[in-house]
């Protein structure tokens, strides 16, 4: 479980893989949590199958829908860059206002394990 502070002075818990256990957020399958009780993301199980793993512009994006926000619902994007030092590893929490909570993740687990090159020539892959 990953604690993270906003510019609003509250606070968000992330847990990636699965719900979280202890919250102040009511319900099953909660993955992030705001510390006013206001659900920004489920996890991807039970009755809120709402995270999606996205491959865009080079980068892993999950996007979790989380309980309403007026007509529409609360939405969390969680962006994993790579930071090739460790200790320079660092999760940020950014509320891009309304009903919107972007999360940047950087840590070395999301660079790529070795460079790849892809090429087609005279139709054939190699």
């Not at 949590?33 to 199958?49: K, P, Q, V, W």
């Amino acid at each position: 479980i990953i604690p993270l502070s906003l510019s609003s002075g509250l606070s968000v818990s992330v847990q990636l893989c699965g719900a979280l256990t202890s919250s102040r957020c009511d319900g099953d399958g909660v993955s992030v949590c705001r510390s006013d009780g206001t659900i920004l993301g489920y996890a991807n199980s039970g009755e809120h199958s709402s995270s999606k793993l996205r491959f865009i512009d080079r980068q892993l994006v999950i996007a979790m829908e989380g309980q309403e926000c007026g007509n529409e619902k609360y939405q969390t994007i969680i962006a994993f860059t790579c930071e090739t030092d460790p200790d320079k590893k660092s999760v940020t929490a950014v509320e891009m206002g309304g009903c919107l909570t972007y999360i940047i993740w950087s840590d070395p687990l999301a660079c790529p394990m070795y460079p790849m090159e892809c090429a087609v020539t005279n139709g054939t892959h190699r």
